[in-house]
């Protein structure tokens, strides 16, 4: 099992590197970080949010779904569209016990890379856009936190600071 960090960790802030030798040990990362979402509840985890600054991350919808293989992994992702907009309730698992109404494209064509490296796009709607959109803000340093309305995140953020 890998530890999540939580807010306020500095690391959370940092802008990830790309991924560029896709061996034996970025698949063991992309294992582990399997296992411990799984082990957490969670339905998307991103490399920084466990103290690797890499630009990766996975999704598994299994759990909210419980329809087809909803399992991704993200290897240098790349969001080139976003159209409509839409609202869901999101959490964090590096924000446990927070979860707030978020803003975002509903729908999005992502180019990524998979673990072996062979380039790929998908167009993602719904939860799977939202969990991808999520998740890439992660990459680059920021929170579902950094995305609310003024009050709001001052109002979450206060409390979080006040256990
Ligand atoms: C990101 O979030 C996400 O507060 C993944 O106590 C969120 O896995 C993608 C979690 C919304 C799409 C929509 C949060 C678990 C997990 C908590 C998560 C908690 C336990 C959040
Ligand atoms: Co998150």
Same mark, same amino acid.
């Given at each position: 099992?890998?530890?999540?960090?939580? *807010? #306020?960790? #500095?690391?959370?802030?940092?802008?990830?590197? #790309?991924?560029?030798?896709? &061996?034996?040990? /970025?698949?063991? /990362?992309?294992?582990?970080?399997?296992?411990?979402?799984?082990?957490?509840?969670?339905?998307?985890?991103?490399? @920084? =949010?466990?103290?690797?600054?890499?630009? !990766?991350?996975?999704?598994?919808?299994?759990? =909210?779904?419980?329809?087809?293989?909803?399992?991704?992994?993200?290897?240098?992702?790349?969001?080139?569209?976003? %159209?409509?907009?839409?609202?869901? &309730?999101? +959490? !964090?698992?590096?924000? @446990? +016990?927070?979860? $707030? @109404?978020?803003?975002?494209?509903?729908? $999005?064509?992502?180019? *990524? =890379?998979?673990?072996?490296?062979?380039?790929?796009?998908?167009?993602?709607?719904?939860?799977?856009?939202?969990?991808? =959109?999520?998740?890439? &803000?992660?990459?680059? +340093?920021?929170?579902?936190? &950094? %995305?609310? @309305?003024?009050?709001?995140?001052?109002?979450?953020?206060?409390?979080?600071?006040? +256990?």
């Amino acid at each position: 099992m890998l530890e999540v960090l939580t *807010y #306020p960790d #500095p690391r959370l802030k940092r802008v990830s590197t #790309p991924v560029d030798r896709f &061996d034996e040990s /970025l698949h063991r /990362l992309l294992d582990e970080m399997a296992e411990t979402m799984r082990a957490s509840g969670g339905i998307g985890l991103a490399a @920084p =949010q466990v103290g690797i600054p890499r630009r !990766c991350f996975i999704v598994d919808l299994e759990l =909210q779904e419980g329809m087809r293989a909803r399992r991704f992994e993200f290897l240098n992702p790349r969001i080139t569209s976003g %159209r409509g907009i839409t609202t869901f &309730d999101e +959490g !964090c698992l590096s924000v @446990p +016990g927070v979860t $707030i @109404p978020v803003r975002r494209f509903q729908e $999005i064509t992502v180019s *990524y =890379q998979d673990r072996n490296g062979t380039a790929r796009s998908l167009v993602a709607r719904d939860l799977l856009s939202v969990a991808i =959109q999520h998740e890439s &803000d992660h990459l680059d +340093g920021i929170l579902f936190l &950094d %995305r609310l @309305p003024f009050w709001k995140r001052l109002l979450v953020t206060r409390r979080l600071k006040r +256990g």
